[in-house]
C-alpha cells in the first residue's frame, strides 16, 4: 500500500466536486425552456438533488479509503487499529489489497481532465452556465474556448468526471472494492444508488445535446447554423 495514493484521491475527489456542482443558483422559471421532452422535465427536477447525494457517497469513499491506507501504513497506534477494525470487513490484512492499479490511473486521470475541462466550461459560459435548458437575458452564443472544440462540451466533461471517479472508487484494489464494505446491506444500497444515478446521468448527457441544439438554433438562427457548420460535433471530436 503506498502513501501516493492518498493526493491521487484527493485529485479526483476534488475534480468530482468541482466537475458536479453547478457554479451558479437556478435559473428564474421564465428563462428554463418549455419546448423539452418528458425525460427533461424529471431530469431537470433531479439534477439539483441527485448530484449532491451522489457527491456524498464519493466524499465518503475517498475518506474512508484515505483512513486505511494511513492506519495500514502507520499501525501501531491504537487509534489505526480500531480504523481498521471499523472500516474493514472480515481481516484487516484485506487492506493490503489497497492500491494503485493500472484502471486506477486511468479513472484517476479521466477525473481530473474531466473536472478541468468542466471548469473551462464554466469559465467561458460565465452566468449563463445552468444545469437546466436555459436561454437567459441577455444570452449570446458562446463558440470560443472549449466550444470551438464540441458544441456541448460541458456534457463532455461531465460524462468524463462521473465515469473517471466511478471507476477509481469501484475498480480492484479501491476500498470500496477491497474492504468487504459491498457485503453489508448500506454498503450495497450505496452502490446500487450510485451506479443507478451514473448510469442515468451518462444517459441523460447523451441523450439531452438535440433538445438543446434545437433552442439554439431556433434562438440565433444563422449564426447557430454557422457554428454547426464549424463545430459538427455535440460532444465527441469526430465521433459525435
Known amino acids: 500500500m503506498s502513501l501516493l495514493k492518498v493526493p491521487l484521491l484527493l485529485s479526483a475527489t476534488v475534480a468530482n466536486h468541482i466537475g458536479t456542482t453547478p457554479p451558479h443558483a437556478a435559473p428564474a422559471s421564465d428563462e428554463v425552456a418549455r419546448e423539452v421532452t418528458r425525460g427533461e422535465r424529471i431530469f431537470t427536477k433531479t439534477v439539483r438533488i441527485a448530484p449532491r447525494l451522489a457527491q456524498l457517497v464519493v466524499y465518503a469513499g475517498s475518506l474512508c479509503e484515505i483512513a486505511v491506507i494511513i492506519a495500514r501504513t502507520f499501525p501501531t497506534t491504537t487509534v489505526a487499529q480500531e480504523i481498521l477494525k471499523t472500516l474493514t470487513w472480515g481481516s484487516t490484512r484485506v487492506a493490503d489489497r489497497i492500491s494503485i492499479t493500472p484502471t486506477f490511473a486511468i479513472g484517476c ?30 444570452h449570446r452564443l458562446v463558440t470560443e474556448g472549449p466550444y470551438s472544440w464540441v458544441r456541448h462540451p460541458s456534457y463532455t466533461a461531465h460524462i468524463i468526471v462521473s465515469l473517471g471517479t466511478f471507476i477509481c472508487h469501484s475498480c480492484p484494489g479501491s476500498w470500496v472494492r477491497e474492504s468487504g464494505v459491498l ?47 464549424q463545430v459538427p460535433c455535440r460532444l465527441f471530436p469526430g465521433i459525435y
Open 183 to 229: 457485503s453489508t446491506p448500506l454498503g450495497k444500497a450505496l452502490a446500487y444508488g450510485w451506479t443507478a444515478w451514473t448510469a442515468y446521468l451518462l444517459i441523460r448527457l447523451c441523450s439531452r445535446p438535440p433538445q438543446e441544439d434545437r433552442l439554439l438554433q431556433k434562438e440565433f438562427g444563422e449564426e447557430w447554423d454557422h457554428w454547426a457548420d
Open 109 to 138: 486521470g479521466l477525473a481530473v481532465l474531466g473536472g478541468t475541462l468542466r471548469a473551462e466550461c464554466y469559465r467561458a459560459l460565465g452566468r449563463l452556465f445552468t444545469y437546466e435548458i436555459t436561454v437567459r437575458k441577455g
